[in-house]
């Protein structure tokens, strides 16, 4: 992404860091100046200064703890929060402890930077960032252009251009570059998306200043970077119309027009097109270039206004607390589900507790993640219960990929998810409104009183989630991810259902309803050992019926015949899109480095009948408590599976075999001859001790 710092004026010069300011404006006079000696920057990498003097903030734990709590500046945010913000979803058994040091390294950094007053407050509820003499980005982007707004609604169109350009010079690269916990970018996100909405506001301004140039210089690359935001997009073409560029104003369009088709199967709303319409008829009316920038803003001005649209009086029996939407154009019910998967099977008790999902008490929103490890069929399941219960909500379903475990997509954003599903409930383009916070209010206002569901396919995160859920209880949320994403659990009862892998039962029906049961019945032992083989993986089990199916002649027994050897066993299961090992390497890349080192050891023991703490204490060289930690991290990543605990309480664990077979490809791919020899033999040295000390007990 490129960032543009500055247009053909330097406003990075008038609005540096200084260590006086005044929280209104940098015009007012002296007389209401308070001091700021301490210096927050937010709006691109994470800097503290103290009186000009920067403060070492440390790793990126305390960092993203500090991050936190200035997005929450003034006000306390809980333990909980913070360890979701420092860690994400894989909390430590030590959160409660480490918070506190954190904090305290924290609060010594700022000491040996001169600070002398306390920055970071605890609380009975956590901690809180104080804002006596802080100076903090965020908060003066928000101040100046309320500024910049009140100067456009009084006809000062000078200074509300050159206050807009002030604000958006704060922004100095990606907004906390460098912190990727899943909550801190949310939050990334929605600056992001208010970064964007100023630039629209500034780009109206300086159109009715007559300065259509200056737009094109600083619009051109933000469009490149988001071509889906057709708000940009058309002040962009009023710029590049009022320049004289005509043809690269249409080509403009032509662009966003097909980004649009093709990213999300929509035509351009109404306010694009009729910038589109506009420079169409010929060359702006007039030659001066102060009337053209009036006539390109008064088509801005519609634009901006459209997003303001007047919105209806609450629906009848509806929650009127909630901020309404603007009326949709036309009343759309949306009907997004995928097909459902074919030759279903099993996965009773799970449609059971979903169908139990939608009776619940009728005062809070009913949520269900289906949890489980890639392959196992989340998405098959979900469709399957969508499908069976569309009739329940007769306002429509809508479907979203979240590309949470995606090798070929980036994960998908709240905000561009929800301009999807707003334009499918029917709402113009041009009323969609630019921040994320926006977004989301609109989207519950506008399925407030109505009964539909959302299916958020292959989430990411409790993060990625919580802006796309609606607030009426009417409506029913199915999400599906690798990990169980408690956050949904605790924050909003979310029920939890996880899926394991198919009985080999279920796995021999599974080929049977593929094949067909003439074929099955034909060969029921090499259906039978297929389907061991496959070891209960649907995805594993649709490729290899797959393959049978496209060569009606072939023998079953041949197929698990390739598949018996183990060390292409993997390369077998692949056909087209679908590959089993590439859905596991996906959760294995996001592995701490501990975890994937003790995944990759496990994966040279045989050990069918599964393993103890103490077996990683031996492979890592570890205390069996370190062990125990690092087995949980790998089953939080759906790539162990735990079975209960033993005679003696100790917890037990066991590969799903085709992981297990990854896990060794990945050992011996990465780790010398010699180097697996040791690790093996200090497991079968540490094995023999623990068998010696058990007969001495006994």
């Known amino acids: 992404m490129r960032w543009i710092r500055s247009d053909t004026r330097d406003y990075k010069g008038r609005f540096s860091m200084c260590h006086r300011f005044d929280s209104r404006g940098p015009d007012r006079p002296p007389g209401d100046v308070m001091t700021a000696h301490i210096e927050f920057r937010v709006l691109g990498p994470l800097e503290a200064g103290v009186r000009g003097r920067p403060v070492r903030l440390g790793g990126p734990r ?218 169409l008829a010929g060359p702006p009316a007039g030659d001066a270039a102060r009337r053209g920038g009036v006539q390109a803003a008064a088509v801005a001005e519609r634009l901006t206004m459209a997003q303001r649209a007047a919105v209806p009086a609450p629906r009848p029996g509806g929650n009127a607390d909630l901020p309404a939407g603007p009326e949709p154009a036309v009343a759309l019910r949306p009907a997004q589900l995928p097909p459902a998967v074919s030759a279903f099977v099993g996965r009773t008790a799970q449609l059971r507790a979903l169908d139990r999902l939608p009776r619940q008490d009728g005062r ?69 409104p630019a921040g994320l916070e926006e977004r989301t209010a609109l989207f519950r206002s506008a399925l407030d009183g109505r009964r539909v569901l959302v299916v958020l396919d292959n989430a990411e995160s409790a993060a990625q989630v919580r802006p796309l859920l609606p607030a009426t209880p009417g409506c029913c949320v199915i999400v599906t991810a690798r990990r169980r994403l408690e956050g949904l659990m605790v924050d909003h009862g979310a029920l939890p259902v996880p899926v394991e892998m198919l009985t080999e039962q279920e796995s021999a029906d599974l080929l049977t309803r593929v094949l067909g049961a003439e074929r099955a019945a034909a060969e029921r032992e090499a259906v039978a050992e297929l389907a061991a083989l496959c070891d209960g993986s649907p995805l594993a089990l649709r490729v290899a019926a797959a393959k049978l199916a496209m060569r009606p002649r072939w023998p079953i027994a041949e197929m698990a015949a390739q598949l018996a050897d183990e060390r292409s066993r993997l390369d077998q299961l692949s056909r087209g899109g679908l590959e089993v090992r590439a859905g596991i390497e996906l959760s294995y890349r996001e592995l701490p480095a501990r975890a994937a080192l003790a995944f990759r050891r496990l994966g040279l023991v045989d050990a069918p009948g599964g393993f103890a703490p103490w077996l990683v204490a031996a492979l890592l060289e570890t205390t069996v408590h370190d062990g125990e930690r690092l087995l949980e991290q790998l089953v939080d990543a759906q790539l162990l599976q735990p079975l209960g605990r033993d005679g003696a309480g100790r917890p037990r664990y066991r590969f799903h075999e085709l992981i297990r077979l990854f896990a060794r490809e990945r050992a011996e791919a990465i780790e010398p001859p010699d180097a697996r020899l040791a690790v093996l033999s200090r497991a079968v040295r540490f094995g023999t001790l623990r068998y010696d000390a058990g007969l001495a007990r006994g």
């Open 364 to 432: 809070h929103l009913p949520v269900g993640v289906i949890s489980g490890v890639a392959g196992v069929g989340k998405t098959a399941l979900a469709l399957r219960w969508a499908h069976q219960a569309a009739e329940r909500f007769p306002d429509g379903q809508l479907f979203a990929n979240l590309h949470g475990h995606d090798p070929d997509q980036e994960s998908a954003r709240p905000a561009a998810v929800l301009e999807r599903f707003l334009r499918a409930l029917g709402i113009q383009a041009a009323a969609v």
């Open 62 to 279: 305390p960092r993203s703890l500090l991050a936190a709590l200035l997005l929450d500046a003034g006000r306390v945010v809980s333990v909980d929060r913070l360890a979701a913000a420092v860690w994400g979803e894989r909390l430590p058994d030590s959160v409660r402890t480490q918070i506190p040091i954190h904090v305290h390294a924290l609060r010594k950094a700022f000491d040996a930077a001169g600070c002398g007053v306390p920055v970071i407050v605890t609380e009975q509820a956590g901690y809180r960032l104080s804002m006596d003499g802080v100076w903090l980005d965020m908060r003066e982007a928000e101040e100046q252009a309320a500024e910049a707004r009140k100067a456009a609604a009084a006809g000062q169109g000078e200074q509300a251009a050159e206050t807009m350009g002030r604000v958006l010079a704060l922004w100095r690269g990606p907004v906390l570059a460098g912190i990727d916990t899943a909550e801190i970018a949310a939050a990334a996100r929605g600056l992001e998306d208010v970064r964007l909405g100023i630039a629209e506001e500034w780009a109206e301004a300086e159109l009715a200043c007559g300065r259509p140039r200056e737009v094109v210089a600083r619009l051109a690359a933000m469009v490149e970077d988001h071509p889906l935001r057709e708000g940009l997009r058309a002040r962009l073409m009023l710029a590049l119309w009022h320049s004289g560029r005509q043809a690269d104003a249409l080509e403009s369009y032509r662009q966003g027009r097909r980004h649009l088709r093709d990213e999300l199967g929509l035509e351009p709303g109404s306010a694009l097109r009729e910038v589109q319409q506009a420079i």
